[in-house]
């Protein structure tokens, strides 16, 4: 039986993210790509194509003492039925992950725990969440 917390409610969000050195936050990776493929209130599963680029790993540094975060964009569909959407930022990092072979373009799976989020935005994942 599933033992989380949370429940996860399936969704699929395109998302933009840069992988943050933990041991200096201005350092970044270039831009990666990915889908959320399930949400929760406190994280989301996130696919993406690689778990490192250059020197940045998608979860610790290179002395693997600390762990990096990774800066979010994600793109939710507005209320209105005009098919825009609004883009959402979130702090998180990576507590787990995982490689399926089955998806060609995103074959990592990612478990991405949310460390700050504004208040706006955290009230625009929760409306997308409650008409989910």
């Avoid at 989301?44 to 002395?63: K, N, P, T, W, Y």
Wanted: proline share 4%; charged share 30%.
């Amino acid at each position: 039986p599933d033992k989380r917390k949370f429940k996860r409610l399936k969704v699929s969000l395109n998302v933009k993210f840069k992988i943050i050195s933990g041991e200096d936050p201005t350092e970044k990776s270039p831009e990666l790509t990915g889908i959320v493929k399930d949400i929760t209130s406190n994280g989301f599963c996130l696919e993406a194509g690689s778990v490192q680029i250059g020197r940045f790993h998608i979860s610790h540094d290179s002395s693997m003492m600390t762990k990096n975060r990774l800066g979010m964009e994600l793109q939710i569909p507005q209320e209105e039925a005009n098919r825009s959407f609004d883009t959402i930022y979130v702090l998180g990092e990576a507590i787990w992950y995982d490689k399926k072979d089955l998806n060609f373009q995103y074959p990592y799976y990612i478990g991405i725990r949310i460390l700050e989020i504004a208040e706006e935005d955290k009230s625009k994942l929760d409306a997308l969440m409650s008409n989910l």
